[in-house]
């Protein structure tokens, strides 16, 4: 076997171990909560994270035939990619895709205990029984619609995985720019408090103008609407930002983010912006309905 047949097929078992990656996440998620949603990082049916562990685990455990020592040594490898993963696109994009924070025995959020189980018991079985079987399948296409599918695949594979990473690098900004329109419905509110508030300044000047020592009853009661109003404007500013997501709505959601970014806020119900958690706590409520 030539080193470009073996390359095209490695293509080959990569894709279909993303794909069935991308079948357990999206099937397990309509089980579980009786709803369809795409569940891949990338907008096609795939999850490169489940391609990248499967050939892992087959190139570093390559020798390994011990069922326990493959289950051990494939959870290992899982997690640590899993981690990674997030750490990476954490730092790169602000955000975590998934966070298992509140779930028993995890690092940092990011690896859990459930995952190690599920990840080693499938890596064991893709080694063992799947990809023999699938690396003969592989043997037998023959060498020109080989070339055409591995490298079909790769370029189509490439340019989503291009798609998206652009999509999720414009995510933070795209939410800062909500965030900001958020926080300029905060200021209006504020802004309607100081004009009363100046009115009341004026309205109390003319009245001193006015009815000079004499007025000093009407004056007192001036300062008493002056200082209700100075409170209503402490109360706006301490309640205001949560009454200004509450006015967030799908339909300014949709305007502000791409539909690649608002699937990707579907299909990860734990994704949260490190820069703008709040607002994005918002955002998973209203998709969610």
């Known amino acids: 076997m030539g080193l470009l047949n ?51 685990v087959l190139l570093l455990l390559h020798d390994v035939t011990n069922p326990v020592a493959l289950f051990l040594g494939s959870g290992v490898i899982a997690c640590t990619l899993e981690y990674v993963v997030s750490w990476q696109y954490e730092r790169l994009f602000h955000i975590r895709l998934w966070d298992y924070t509140d779930k ?9 205990l459930n995952g190690f189980l599920t990840f080693g018991s499938g890596a064991t079985l893709v080694k063992l029984v799947v990809q023999p079987w699938l690396a003969q399948l592989t043997a037998t296409i023959p060498q020109p619609w080989l070339h055409i599918a591995a490298w079909g695949l790769l370029a189509a594979t490439f340019v989503d995985w291009l798609a998206s990473t652009m999509g999720m690098a414009d995510m933070d900004n ?13 200021l209006e509110a504020i ?3 100081n004009d009363d508030m100046a009115e009341a300044n004026a309205r109390m000047e003319h009245h001193l103008a006015q009815v000079q020592r004499s007025a ?15 409170t209503d404007i402490r109360t706006v500013g301490r309640k205001d930002k949560p009454a200004a997501l509450d006015r967030l709505t799908k339909e300014h ?28 706590d918002r955002i998973h409520d209203l998709l969610e309905r």
């Not at 089980?31 to 990338?42: C, Q």
């Not at 028993?104 to 859990?112: A, E, K, M, Q």
């Not at 795209?174 to 905060?186: I, P």
Request: charged letters at 25%; hydrophobic letters at 40%.
């Open 6 to 56: 073996l390359a095209e097929q490695v293509v080959l078992w990569w894709m279909c171990y993303s794909c069935i990656g991308w079948v357990w996440e999206t099937g397990l998620n309509l089980v579980l909560k009786h709803k369809w949603v795409d569940r891949g990082a990338l907008n096609g049916p795939i999850c490169p994270i489940y391609g990248n562990g499967a050939l892992l």
């Open 104 to 112: 028993p025995f995890n690092i940092n959020g990011r690896v859990y």
């Open 174 to 186: 795209r939410l800062a720019r909500l965030g900001e329109d958020v926080k300029a419905g905060r």
């Open 191 to 193: 802004d309607k408090a």
């Open 216 to 230: 000093q009853e009407r004056i007192d009661q001036t300062r008493e609407r002056i200082d209700g109003t100075i």
């Open 253 to 280: 959601v949709r305007r502000a983010l791409s539909r690649q970014q608002v699937r990707l806020l579907r299909a990860f119900p734990s994704l949260r912006s490190s820069m703008h958690r709040e607002l994005t």
